[in-house]
């Protein structure tokens, strides 16, 4: 079964609608530029509903050791996400799995990503922006998807309940990453109804 994470969750109410679904991650945005940031205060409220029902993806973006530390003591993450230039010893320094995003605007070579991130418990592929190292809301070009695909790859970027499911019918990913796609009008306060439909679209996918 693909699996399901949700990022950029700042709100309790959404945290349960999570574990009410199933979801099998949740991100918590730690890089102070995204309109999804949350405190460590915040961060421990809703990592503290969720514990041992959904997995607590805290994300980075070429944050320090410390602060990355801190929050791992303070919230209790269970796994992290990087989204900057940190290499395959940085990430796994913590000693937690890790997933790391790469962001795409060409031709993916999995295997050549692989050897780079041997570590990493799956990659994640989101769209190249300039100057934005994630949460764009554009899909890239699927047919750069890496062939062959051998190992976890997340697919992100620009995923909605509308198009998720040709999505993962097209690369077949091990798992998909949505936070603005099930969004309404507020950014980081996500949509019941999105989510729900996002999920059951998700899990009706015929498995190749």
Same mark, same amino acid.
């Given at each position: 079964m693909v699996k399901i994470?949700?990022? #950029? *969750?700042t709100r309790e109410e959404d945290a349960e609608l999570l574990v009410g679904l199933g979801v099998d991650a949740m991100g $918590?945005?730690? %890089?102070?530029?995204? @309109?999804?940031? *949350?405190s460590l205060e915040q961060a421990r409220t809703l990592s503290a509903y969720v514990v041992g029902r959904v997995l607590r993806v805290g994300v980075f973006v070429n944050e320090s050791r410390a602060r990355v530390r801190e929050l791992i003591d303070g919230v209790g993450l269970d796994v992290l996400q990087f989204h900057g230039e940190e290499d395959d010893a940085d990430c796994a320094s913590f #000693? $937690? @799995? %890790? $997933?790391?995003?790469v962001r795409v605007r060409g031709p993916v070579d999995g295997v050549e990503l692989q050897a780079r991130f041997p570590n990493a418990c799956a990659l994640l592929l989101d769209t190249y922006v300039e100057d934005l190292p994630g949460g764009t #809301?554009?899909?890239f070009d699927w047919s750069y998807w890496p062939q062959p695909s051998t190992g976890k790859f997340m697919l992100a970027g620009g995923l909605t309940p509308d198009n998720v499911r040709g999505a993962i019918e097209t690369v077949a990913p091990w798992g998909v990453d949505v936070s603005g796609g099930v969004e309404g009008t507020t950014r980081g306060q996500k949509d019941a109804e999105r989510v729900a439909r996002f999920v059951e679209e998700v899990r009706h996918v015929e498995p190749r």
């Open positions: 994470k949700v990022c #950029g *969750i $918590l945005m730690f %890089y102070e530029n995204s @309109p999804r940031w *949350i #000693g $937690l @799995p %890790y $997933l790391k995003t #809301g554009k899909a």
